[in-house]
Nanobody, 122 residues
Framework: QVQLVESGGGLVQAGGSLRLSCAASGSTFSINAMGWYRQAPGKQRDLVAAIANFGRTNYADSVKGRFAISRDNAKITVYLQMNSLKPEDMGVYYC????????????????WGQGTQVTVSS
């Protein structure tokens, strides 16, 4: 099992920035990547960004150029820096632990954080 603890999120005005953090513990040898998903009310949970322990990243088209994912391998912690936030970025953000292939395709495992709310006011 992999445990994920998220922090960050909150309320911000459009155009503002937020930073999310996710720390992993437990059987982390079974994963090689971590990702952030967003779920808006009434919608499915979609991948926003993911990063592998070998450095490869994967972003949703809607956030490219605005969001940046990074990781501290020693702390097994992943960060999501969100800039130029838009109302459509609102939702609950979930951290996930999974695997990424060398081509960048991310496959989530059934390890999820508790979720953190991001609200963007227009």
């Amino acid at each position: 099992q992999v445990q994920l603890v998220e922090s960050g999120g909150g309320l911000v005005q459009a155009g503002g920035s937020l930073r999310l953090s996710c720390a992993a513990s437990g059987s982390t040898f079974s994963i090689n990547a971590m990702g952030w998903y967003r779920q808006a009310p009434g919608k499915q949970r979609d991948l926003v960004a993911a990063i592998a322990n070998f450095g490869r990243t994967n972003y949703a088209d809607s956030v490219k150029g605005r969001f940046a994912i990074s990781r501290d391998n020693a702390k097994i912690t992943v960060y999501l820096q969100m800039n130029s936030l838009k109302p459509e970025d609102m939702g609950v953000y979930y951290c996930n632990a999974g695997r990424m292939a060398y081509n960048g395709i991310y496959s989530p495992e059934a390890f999820w954080g508790q979720g953190t709310q991001v609200t963007v006011s227009s």
